[in-house]
């Protein structure tokens, strides 16, 4: 793959978590390995499996992952699906694919899904104002006279910047401890433990709206007129799911619930921390392999479900049942518009809240404290590939070895004849 595809994913994964600086290592890893998709030549499926966990079993021996979980799959059958490592250290506690975690941004997939849903049903359209949807004023005050649509949302091209001070978005149930981080973050955990009990509506309201009492136009709104410029933007897609609360009358939580999670019986997919199973919930690891005090997020539909691999398998492969009108979230003209490049050109490169940059594939990638997640599937080939774990990958040592795993999956092809 070429430069732009390595730069569009290294960007997207750098801008999920402004505190954090990532390497381009792990971006260029799996982009190198996909464009070879070299592929390993075994007889058939149970040895390949046999030999794919042979590799990823060498992986984790040689590398400092915790835990970690992966599947492989096409809209009828899981070819693998397997855990490796532990989901808490300490207790020696497998990770399954049966494991709960926050899956960051993947989690913006859903929203897509919505978007797309309520299109369906002729409550919005994607090129709407937003401001027909919402109780106060969202304007770039540099365009003022320029609209903001949802599809401007959905796209990150809304002209609302990447979220500059996230500091009181995060809901932790302990202080995070400078001892517990490297030296680099321990100016921003102050911000991150001077949180307070806000809504997403209200919180949205104070950061956005001219009269909102953290409105900082220099920090909200770039310098670009809407629909023109692509800069990653938590807060855009959750001012989207808002505008989907708006639409249907129900908090995001509850509709995606309804009509997202329930029909495909993703029961270990909640969007409340005091919901998730304890049993089945990881243990999170920063970078230094220290635990992470477990966490929620105000603007919970841009990076704040927590589920498990085997729950995204389920919802992913109904999207590739959608493809050819057998799912049932969307339709196929539905699931068309969602997987479908937004706009011409080759800098951007956005379908509705998935992510397109890398040739041939769909899904998206997330990172948050203490979670690593992959999900794509193949728009040619129809396979999906999924990987979590539950550590900060913010180390050269442990983004080697996670986007190791990721591009050793392509190596496998499980297709059935």
């Known amino acids: 793959m070429g430069a732009r595809q390595i730069f569009n994913l290294s960007r997207k994964l750098h801008t999920m978590k402004t505190n954090y600086v990532l390497f381009c290592l792990a971006s260029i890893l799996f982009s190198c390995q996909y464009g070879k998709k070299s592929q390993i030549t075994v007889d058939n499926d149970a040895l390949k499996s046999d030999s ?23 809209k009828d059958s899981t070819f693998y699906n397997k855990g ?41 359209n994607l090129d709407d104002n937003i401001n027909k949807w919402l109780p106060y004023q969202v304007k770039n005050p540099n365009y003022s006279r320029s609209i903001i649509t949802l599809r401007h949302l959905a796209t990150h091209t809304s002209s609302i910047a990447g979220t500059k001070r996230s500091d009181k978005g995060y809901r ?30 209200d919180f949205l309201k104070a950061k956005l709206s001219s009269e909102g009492k953290w409105y900082e136009p220099g920090n909200i709104y770039t310098k670009h007129k809407p629909g023109t410029y692509y800069e990653y933007s938590n807060m855009g897609i ?15 939580a509850t509709y995606s619930t309804e009509n997202i999670l329930n029909p495909l019986g993703m029961t270990d997919s909640k969007w409340d921390l005091s919901s998730v199973d304890e049993g089945k919930h990881v243990t999170y690891y920063n970078e230094l392999l220290n635990e992470v005090p477990k966490y ?4 919970y539909p841009d990076g704040g479900l927590y589920s498990s691999v085997n729950d995204m398998t389920l919802f992913l492969k109904d999207i590739i049942k959608c493809r050819s009108g057998e799912g049932i979230l969307l339709t196929k003209d539905s699931v068309d518009e969602l997987l479908r490049k937004q706009f011409d050109g080759e800098e951007l490169t956005e379908g509705i809240c998935w992510d397109l940059s890398f040739d041939g594939l ?12 992959l999900m794509y599937f193949n ?39």
Do not use: W
């Open 52 to 74: 794919l966990t042979n590799s990823l079993n060498d992986i984790y021996e040689n590398g400092k992952l915790p835990g970690f979980a992966v599947s492989i799959f096409d």
């Open 84 to 124: 490796f490592g532990f989901s808490n250290i300490s207790k020696e506690k497998e990770y399954t694919t049966a494991s709960v975690q926050i899956i960051a941004s993947v989690t913006k997939t859903m929203v897509g899904v919505a978007v797309m849903q309520c299109v369906e049903n002729g409550l919005f």
């Open 172 to 201: 932790f149930t302990t202080p995070l401890l400078e001892e517990k981080f490297p030296a680099e973050h321990h100016p921003l955990l102050k911000y991150y433990n001077k949180t307070e009990n806000i809504s997403m509506s």
């Open 238 to 252: 959750a001012l989207l799911a808002y505008i989907v609360e708006s639409a249907t009358g129900k908090d995001f």
């Open 296 to 299: 929620s997020i105000v603007t």
């Open 362 to 373: 769909a899904g998206h990638p997330g990172n948050d404290f203490g979670t690593t997640t």
């Open 379 to 417: 728009l040619e080939s129809a396979v999906g590939r999924i990987l979590f774990t539950n550590v900060s990958t913010e180390t050269e040592e442990l983004e080697e070895a996670y986007y190791s795993i990721f591009n050793t999956l392509f190596e496998y092809d499980f297709i059935m004849e």
